[in-house]
Nanobody, 127 residues
Framework: QVQLVESGGGVVQAGGSLRLSCAASGRTFSNYAMGWFRQAPGKEREFVAAISRSAINTYYTDSVKGRFTISRDSAKNTVYLQMNSLKPEDTAVYYC????????????????????WGQGTQVTVSS
């Protein structure tokens, strides 16, 4: 079992920044690829970003490329999502997820690929 706890959400004006954190506990963090997903009201959960175990590979959905950065700190068992130039359409509940893998390079971009999920943190971007 892996427990994931997100933090850092809040209300920000368009153009502003937030940094989300996801603290992992329970298992060896370095054995997991990590991902961020989001779900807006009335919409399906969608992929935002992912990072491989080694942090060599990162993946982003097109709408956040150049604005969001995913990173991980193995010493702190934490994955981050730095969000800049936020837009109202970024408003959603953001979830982090963990994927147990032997590959140091792979990180799924589909929600079905992940084994563990956090409870989510609300991000609201006002116009």
């Amino acid at each position: 079992q892996v427990q994931l706890v997100e933090s850092g959400g809040g209300v920000v004006q368009a153009g502003g920044s937030l940094r989300l954190s996801c603290a992992a506990s329970g298992r060896t963090f370095s054995n997991y690829a990590m991902g961020w997903f989001r779900q807006a009201p009335g919409k399906e959960r969608e992929f935002v970003a992912a990072i491989s175990r080694s942090a060599i590979n990162t993946y982003y959905t097109d709408s956040v490329k150049g604005r969001f950065t995913i990173s991980r700190d193995s010493a702190k068992n934490t994955v981050y999502l730095q969000m800049n130039s936020l837009k109202p359409e970024d408003t959603a509940v953001y979830y982090c997820a963990a994927y147990l893998t032997s590959s140091p390079l792979r990180a799924p971009t589909g929600a079905d690929g992940y084994d563990y999920w956090g409870q989510g943190t609300q991000v609201t971007v006002s116009s």
